[in-house]
């Protein structure tokens, strides 16, 4: 079972991004729906950032993780010190790309590029930073600011648009430069903990770890990471192509609103990073498989709860909301994008363990099939269907499916081990018989208390059952930790 220390960094780490959430979902449901053409441009931007950064990382933050384990402490410094190098070195020549390629390409778009380059300058340093903050177990501080500066940010700029103080241009780049705030905040927080040796002479940290390992290890991650990040991100790039600016802003609330149902799931998937690379190589196969499903089994019932309570309540939570006529076209995109995660959470983290194994190759070959069948389907939806944004969220719920499965499908090949138990399967089938019992309730005409009343009944019966058949054992472990003052 987990340790205490880890239990709170999965606690802190969780509560700090339900706190990001509720600033993120209350702007998205309060503020975008005002202007969403700008945060089509800001999403926009945001996903060309978001396929560069990982080249100017180029594999360099995963093989922090993957590598520093079996390190000197001397050599753990050098590592981390060749990724920052890597970043800097990579950043110079996409810039130069960029400025050359301005004289040969016409795209109409072209220009988002010099946006979308310091975003992406600044993220690959997020990253990085963030997951040395992982190495050293300091990751509380790290997780506030990363989660907290943009979902703050973001708003206050929409505010002073809408007020005219700001224009378009402006906006986005304030947006820009939050991210700057964040990379300079979570530097002077990681080199407080962890002070870089003099000297760029990286021959010991080499003679450690074969340098054809390092840079065999960081390319396939770099491939794995880009098109994974393609894969996740093309819709916000596609959309602008094919449709507008407005459809990608309406359809990234539906986005921003699904994938905060991940969040629990970001929190273990990053603090446990570092067990599971340490699990593969010590051979801990069945440790590692005890974890698989716990965690699998503890994300399935978080997401569950989330998920059944927006569907059953997400439209008479929009029905008390001013900006319900602008938000309700992205009702569709939130109940299909959330069933993707919920998926994606109920399968733990098998991206981890073949990331951190001898097989991370696989990772391509899954990525690129990912990648390829994403791009196909959304092409086919937005240019052979009528179901326009709605089509884009069929699309990724169908690939990210057939994703997980393939995975599942190899590390129970190579490995042995699945994240489902017979506790697991008896969870789901009764999460399905509340969910449907609740949905078939009739409706009331007060919408507050039809709200709380689905919602309250089906989140109370799951979490009571659950907590009486001890399927989860985190929730049994904070429920009785809770409880044992008043049980003296």
Known sequence: METNKTHKQVFWFTIINYVGAAIGV??????????????????????????????????????????????????????????????????????????????????????????????????????LFRRQATNIEKLEIPTLYEKIIPKISLPIIFLLLICEHLDRISGLVAFIGSYFILLLLMAMYVFRHFRLHSGYNFKSLFNEVSKKEYYKYSFYSFLGSFGSLLAFRIDAFMIPEFLSFEANGTFNIGVALATSLAIPALGIFAIYAPKISAYLKNDGIIELGKKYIETAKLLFFIGAILYTSVVLGIDSFFKM????????????????????????????????????????????????????????????????????????????????????????????????????????????????????????????????????????????????????????????????????????
């Open 321 to 488: 909301l001013p900006t319900y006529d602008k938000l309700v076209d992205s009702i569709p995109i939130i109940i299909l994008l959330g069933f993707n995660v919920l998926f994606n959470m109920s399968t733990g983290f098998n991206s981890e363990i073949i990331s951190y194994s001898k097989y991370y190759k696989f990772n391509i070959i899954a990525i690129f099939l990912l990648s390829t069948l994403n791009i196909c389907l959304n092409l086919f939806f937005l240019t052979q269907t009528n179901l326009g944004i709605i089509g884009v969220a069929y699309a990724s719920l169908i690939a990210m499916i057939s994703f997980n499965c393939f995975k599942l499908i190899f590390i129970y090949k190579k490995f042995g081990i699945l994240p489902f138990d017979k506790n697991y399967l008896k969870l789901i089938g009764m999460v399905s018989l509340v969910f449907f019992v609740c949905y078939l309730l009739p409706e009331n005409a007060n919408t507050i208390l039809n709200l709380f009343l689905k919602v309250g009944i089906n989140a109370s019966v799951i979490i009571f059952i659950t907590y009486k058949m001890k399927w989860v054992y985190s929730l049994n472990y904070w429920i009785d930790k809770f409880l044992k003052p008043y049980k003296q």
């Open 26 to 127: 209350i702007s998205t449901v309060f503020i975008y729906p005002y202007d969403k053409e700008f945060l089509g441009v800001v999403r926009y931007v945001d996903s060309i950032a978001q396929m560069l950064f990982p080249v100017m990382v180029f594999g360099g933050a995963q093989a922090l993780i993957h590598f520093y384990p079996s390190l000197t402490e001397q050599n753990k410094n050098q590592l981390f010190k060749y990724g920052i190098v890597t970043v800097l070195g990579v950043s110079l020549v996409i810039l130069a790309l960029i400025f050359f390629g301005k004289t040969f390409i016409d795209w109409t778009n072209y220009k988002y590029l010099f946006y979308a380059f310091p975003l992406a300058f600044s993220l690959a340093f997020v990253e």
